[in-house]
C-alpha cells in the first residue's frame, strides 16, 4: 500500500471506528469492543515490527510506530478489555486520536497532493521529440 492509500485508509476506516466507539460508548455491541482488544493487540504486534526495521534504517518516521505502540494499541486494548466499563478518559482520549488520525492524514494527501507537477502539453510534445530521431517541426 502506498503512502496515499496509507492515509485514505487512515481517514476512510480508522477515524470512523475511533470516533464511532468513542462517541457512542454504551451503544456498541460487545463484539466491537472484542475486536478492538484484537486490533490493538495487532497494532502493537505490527508496529513493533515495523519499529525495529525503522529504528535500523535511522527512518524519520519511527516516532509514528512508537505512538502506536505506547499509546494508540493499548488504549485499544484497555477499551476493549474493559468495555462498557472503560474509564470516562478513555473514550475522550480515544476521541483525541481519532480526530488527530483524521487531521494528520489529511494533511498529509494535501502534502503529497501539492507535490505533483501540473504538466503543460508543450513539456510533453518536447520530451517526446527529443528522444525520436527525426525532427519534426512543433506546431503551434
Excluded: C
Amino acid at each position: 500500500m502506498g503512502a496515499l492509500g496509507l492515509y485514505a485508509f487512515h481517514i476512510l476506516f480508522v477515524f470512523p471506528l475511533l470516533f464511532y466507539v468513542a462517541f457512542f460508548r454504551g451503544l456498541v455491541p460487545l463484539w466491537v469492543y472484542h475486536g478492538l482488544t484484537i486490533l490493538g493487540l495487532v497494532i502493537i504486534v505490527y508496529h513493533l515490527f515495523k519499529a525495529i526495521k525503522r529504528w535500523k534504517d535511522h527512518s524519520p518516521f519511527l516516532w509514528v510506530n512508537i505512538m502506536h505502540i505506547v499509546l494508540i494499541g493499548p488504549l485499544m486494548v484497555y477499551i476493549g478489555k474493559n468495555d462498557y466499563s472503560s474509564a470516562k478518559w478513555s473514550f475522550e482520549i480515544l476521541a483525541l486520536l481519532a480526530f488527530a488520525a483524521l487531521g494528520y492524514n489529511l494533511y498529509q494527501i494535501v502534502i503529497e497532493v501539492a507535490k505533483l507537477q501540473t504538466i503543460r502539453p508543450e513539456e510533453i510534445y518536447d520530451a517526446a521529440t527529443a528522444s525520436s530521431t527525426s525532427s519534426k517541426p512543433r506546431p503551434n
